[in-house]
């Protein structure tokens, strides 16, 4: 064990130095395995249209916010819409009392949803992704963004003032994460093939070993043995579940990317490969835009004749306006699951989910009036042990307490970009807004 121990810490100078560099992401994904310190992920997940909060068609209490009348408690059932990541609840923090710039201004709230009120400065998910580099420099952050763009290009990543476009196609964002990936090997063949381990190098290390004197060559061979041990040694203690094989998350062939047909695969396609490419520590940052605010794709499982956007005005039947909200919900339960399949790059025997924080949210709390008022956050998952989510029973919490806004309708209410600020520092950053940027109390450990 000690012996392993001193062959990890080699890997991590290795590493350190870019020695290493020349592996494949998946080689690179179980070497990380050596160091076995967590490392938070952060995946925004965002839907267009809000969460139907107001009361409707017998709903008096919307359909998101979780039935209790405590400010914050672990004693909760939740709602109609909520209800779909029951799965997830116990690793759930619901928050409410957030509001979104003004609270009104219809479908504006995409240029805000991210950023600080004055829309002025980059959204938290690109001031993270620069904060907490994955193993591919080039891929700060991963931005996916299905259905996104389709009428309209309003996306909700800034870098500034500098809007950003989300990549749509489920091959093209896949390509940008793993380039060309072989479809007769797979990263974890070479992980599990030492005779290949060092083929990239190979040349650099023989001209290296004729410039060094027979000692030095000998501490040369030791050390790339050394190597090629530690990976025998990980791939033999991989966790279960899936693992960093690009090959297994390219989406299948004739998905039309923008139909209305083919939306829930599309979405899912996208969902497995941030799985996939955090699980093999290409980044640790992803936004998944799901849709576009008034969103004029059909989800053709709940009508085939009636946009989102038109439910969530409810001018359909209430089963229209419900069911449309729970299918964007049911979305962000399929990343869940995805990220829970996969194993941590970081930590043996961990998901990738104990280590991810998903914070889930929208440009509006209601489609219908189109307002930012009392907009739901909800952040889940393991957080490596940083959010606190009532000791794993789950947990609900209004801010108003902590509102810095004073509001006609909510009393007090939290500006969201304190929410960014708040996990900002959670993950060791700041945010360069301007106005109150004081941290949140109660969310997580170490703010």
């Given amino acids: ?17 870019g020695i290493a560099a020349p592996l494949s992401m998946g080689g690179m994904s179980q ?28 709903f008096n209490n919307g359909l998101w916010y979780p039935d209790t009348s405590a400010t914050d408690t672990t004693n909760f059932v939740l709602n109609e819409m909520s209800q779909h990541l029951g799965a997830y609840k116990n690793q759930a923090l619901f928050l409410k009392g957030m509001i979104i710039n003004s609270g009104t201004g219809g479908h504006n709230g995409w240029q805000y949803v991210l950023r600080d009120s004055a829309g002025a400065n980059s959204s938290i998910d690109v001031l993270l992704g620069k904060a907490m580099p994955g193993n591919n420099p080039a891929l700060k952050r991963i931005f996916s963004g299905p259905h996104s763009t389709i009428g309209a290009p309003w996306t909700i990543s800034y870098q500034d003032r500098n809007k950003l476009s989300p990549e749509l196609d ?58 090629e041990q530690v990976v025998t040694d990980l791939g033999n203690t991989v966790p279960t579940g899936e693992s960093c094989n690009p090959n297994a998350v390219k989406p299948t062939q004739g998905l039309i990317t923008s139909s209305a047909e083919y939306r829930e695969p599309v979405t899912k396609a996208h969902a497995n490969i941030i799985a ?3 699980s093999c520590g290409s980044s640790r940052v992803a936004t998944m835009q799901i849709g576009r605010s008034a969103d004029p794709v059909a989800i053709t499982s709940v009508s085939t004749t009636r946009n989102p956007h038109d439910c969530a005005h409810r001018y ?17 339960k399929y990343l869940l699951d995805r990220l829970a399949a996969f194993p941590d790059p970081d930590v043996a ?23 930012m008022q009392d907009v739901p956050v909800t952040l889940i998952g393991g957080a490596s042990g940083l959010l606190k989510n009532g000791n794993g029973q789950g947990r609900f919490l209004d801010l108003k307490n902590q509102g810095d806004r004073s509001h006609w309708k909510l009393g007090t ?27 949140l109390s109660g969310i997580f450990t170490n703010v």
Avoid at 5 to 12: A, D, E, I, T, Y
Avoid at 320 to 332: G, L, N, P
Avoid at 414 to 438: L, N
């Fill in 276 to 278: 996939s490419a955090l």
């Fill in 349 to 371: 025997g961990d998901s990738l989910l104990d280590h991810t924080l998903v914070v889930f949210t929208s440009e509006m709390a209601d489609g219908a009036p189109e307002h």
């Fill in 413 to 439: 209410a939290v500006d969201m970009q304190r929410v960014w600020t708040t996990i900002a520092a959670a993950a060791g950053t700041t945010t360069p807004y301007g106005g109150d940027t004081s941290t």
């Fill in 1 to 17: 064990m000690n012996q392993l121990k001193s062959r990890r810490r080699f890997l991590k100078s290795v590493l350190a130095t």
């Fill in 316 to 332: 359909g039947s209430v089963t229209e306006w419900k069911e449309s909200r729970a299918w964007y919900t049911k979305q962000v």
């Fill in 170 to 227: 489920p091959y093209r964002l896949f390509d940008d994460v793993y380039g060309d990936v072989s479809s007769s090997s797979s990263a974890q063949t070479v992980v599990n093939n030492r005779s290949h381990l060092f083929d990239p190098i190979n040349q650099q290390i023989q001209t290296l070993r004729s410039k060094l004197g027979t000692a030095e060559r000998s501490k040369l061979d030791t050390h790339l043995d050394a190597v």
């Fill in 31 to 58: 070497l990380a395995l050596a160091a076995g310190n967590p490392k938070l992920k952060v995946v925004f997940a965002v839907i267009p249209d809000g969460f139907g909060v107001d009361a409707y068609g017998g």
